[in-house]
Every structure is written in structure tokens, then in C-alpha cells.
């Protein structure tokens, strides 16, 4: 089993509306959750970071992170072509290994 | 971006030859991570090192080893390259195990 499970999509989302991409983990040890943005020939770029239980927010993004049910959440609202790309949820596995789940496609319909 | 460079940032090589690529960071982290990313599986972990000689196996090192002699350098080398390991490179750092990490633009490596 791999440590951290994602939808692989694709996923489509009419422009404007809200994108939820979800992502579960293994290690109940995990303290560190993270979400990449990867465009198709481009290496992986961070956009958020989450540390703590409830919803952290930054901009257009909205991580939650839930820890009881291991899973971690991206919601992205107003949603743009330019967000069209595979997304990548990731955690500290035992703290010292950066583990990827194998990522969701998000497609904008304009 | 933070400071990470990759080379080279593509390679052909021969079945059975040794390959080499490097990961070159200026921003002093601790840690460095080398992954592959093949389509339906995603990124997986080859190896990482959280200090100077420090390294360890990640979930297919298998046919890989590294090497880390200074903080900055971090070097990964197919011993006797195969076509299954055809793939795209990437390299990661992070200030300390947990925190934010940073990616490479990637080595584009095809063996025939």
C-alpha cells in the first residue's frame, strides 16, 4: 500500500467554480503535509504547506488537514485555466521522507 | 527559485554504461532527495541524504547509489545503466526533515 493515496482523475472543473482535491495517508506519525503543482513538462512547485489540524488558506487555495481521519484536502476556488495541471499531495513519512501520492490531473473547462 | 541546479539536463546513454547526475544547491539545506517520476506512478523516492555522508535508501533504490562528500553536491549514479530506468530526474531540498522542499528543473535520461 502505498503511503499516500490520491485520485489520479482526471478531474474537470468549469471555470470559476471550486476544485477539491483529496489525498489520504498512512502514517498517523506524519506532521508535515504539502501540496505540489506540476505543469506537464515542468518540474513540481510548492503552493502550500500544512502543518496543523482545521483549513489554512492563501490566496484562491484553501488546504485542510484532518488528522483522526488521515486525509488532507486542497480546494481551490474561482478556478482558472491556468490552474489546469497535476497535483501532487506529499507528507513526511517518519519525518525524513518526502512521500508523493501519484498525483491528480486538473483540467479548467474555459 | 530557490538555488538548484541539475545536470545535465538530458542524457542518452547505452545500455550497461555508468551514468552520473548531479544536484548542485547554494542554499545550504540539509537535506536532498533524488526521485523519479514515470507516468502512472508519479514521484518515488531513489535515495536521500540528511547530511555530509549521510544517505538512505528510499522505495526503489535498487540499480542506484549516491553520494554526498559536501553539503552542496549530491550525486546519483546508475552503475550499469538500463532501460527501465528511463525515466525523468528530479532532485529536492529541504532546510531539515518536514519542512518545505524544493525541486530541481529535472534530468531528462533515456538509456537505449
Known amino acids: 500500500q502505498k503511503e499516500v493515496e490520491q485520485n489520479s482523475g482526471p478531474l474537470s472543473v468549469p471555470e470559476g467554480a471550486i476544485a477539491s482535491l483529496n489525498c489520504t495517508y498512512s502514517d498517523r506519525g506524519s506532521q508535515s503535509f504539502f501540496w505540489y503543482r506540476q505543469y506537464s513538462g515542468k518540474s513540481p512547485e510548492l503552493i502550500m504547506s500544512i502543518y496543523s489540524n482545521g483549513d489554512k488558506e492563501d490566496g484562491r487555495f484553501t488546504a485542510q488537514l484532518n488528522k483522526a481521519s488521515q486525509y488532507v484536502s486542497l480546494l481551490i476556488r474561482d478556478s482558472q485555466p491556468s490552474d489546469s495541471a497535476t497535483y501532487l499531495c506529499?507528507?513526511?513519512?517518519?519525518?525524513?521522507?518526502?512521500?508523493f501520492g501519484t498525483g491528480t490531473r486538473l483540467t479548467i473547462i474555459p | 527559485d530557490a538555488g538548484i541546479t541539475q545536470s545535465p539536463r538530458h542524457k542518452v546513454t547505452e545500455t550497461g554504461t555508468p551514468v552520473t547526475l548531479r544536484c548542485h544547491q547554494t542554499?545550504?539545506?540539509?537535506?536532498m532527495y533524488w526521485y523519479r517520476q514515470d507516468p502512472g506512478h508519479g514521484l518515488r523516492l531513489i535515495h536521500y541524504s540528511y547530511g555530509v555522508k549521510d544517505t538512505d535508501k528510499g522505495e526503489v533504490s535498487d540499480g542506484y547509489s549516491v553520494s554526498r562528500s559536501k553539503t552542496e553536491d549530491f550525486l546519483l549514479t546508475l552503475e550499469s545503466a538500463t532501460s527501465s530506468q528511463t525515466s525523468v530526474y528530479f532532485c529536492?531540498?529541504?532546510?531539515?526533515?518536514?519542512?518545505?522542499?524544493?525541486f530541481g528543473q529535472g534530468t531528462r535520461l533515456t538509456v537505449v
Open positions: 506529499a507528507d513526511f513519512f517518519g519525518n525524513e521522507k518526502l512521500t
Open positions: 529536492a531540498i529541504s532546510k531539515g526533515g518536514g519542512t518545505e522542499a524544493f
Open positions: 542554499e545550504n539545506h540539509r537535506y
